[in-house]
């Protein structure tokens, strides 16, 4: 059984930074596909960043330039370091891992297990 927990949301002015790290059990993150999601009120759960067991990287076009996708085999975990926050960043953001696939998809259902979320709240 793998489980994911998310830390170091919280509130933080447009132009900001923050970084959430995500803490894997049950399995190491380099043998699986990590990514990262949000999912602001009223919205469906949108895909922001995620690497692949290659270690390449893959970003949200809204996203692109600003945040970054780390993995730490050491400490087994996955960050996702966010600059130049927005206020349409705003949102619970989640961490993801795949089992036993290969390549990477953008989309949630790609994905098998989840944390439980974290809350990110910028302000304008």
């Known amino acids: 059984q793998v489980q994911l927990q998310e830390s170091g949301g919280g509130l933080v002015q447009a132009g900001g930074s923050l970084r959430l790290s995500c803490a894997a059990s049950?399995?190491?993150?380099?043998?699986?596909?990590m990514g990262w999601f949000r999912q602001a009120p009223g919205k469906e759960r949108e895909f922001v960043a995620a690497?692949?067991?290659?270690?390449?990287?893959f970003y949200a076009d809204s996203v692109k330039g600003r945040f970054t996708i780390s993995r730490d085999n050491a400490e087994n975990t996955v960050a996702l370091q966010m600059n130049t926050l927005k206020p349409e960043d705003t949102a619970v953001y989640y961490c993801?891992?795949?089992?036993?696939?290969?390549?990477?998809?953008?989309?949630?259902?790609?994905?098998?297990?989840w944390g439980q979320g974290t809350q990110v709240t910028v302000s304008s």
């Open positions: 993801a891992a795949a089992v036993r696939k290969f390549g990477l998809q953008r989309v949630s259902s790609w994905f098998d297990y």
């Open positions: 049950g399995r190491t993150v380099d043998s699986s596909p």
């Open positions: 690497i692949s067991l290659t270690g390449t990287k």
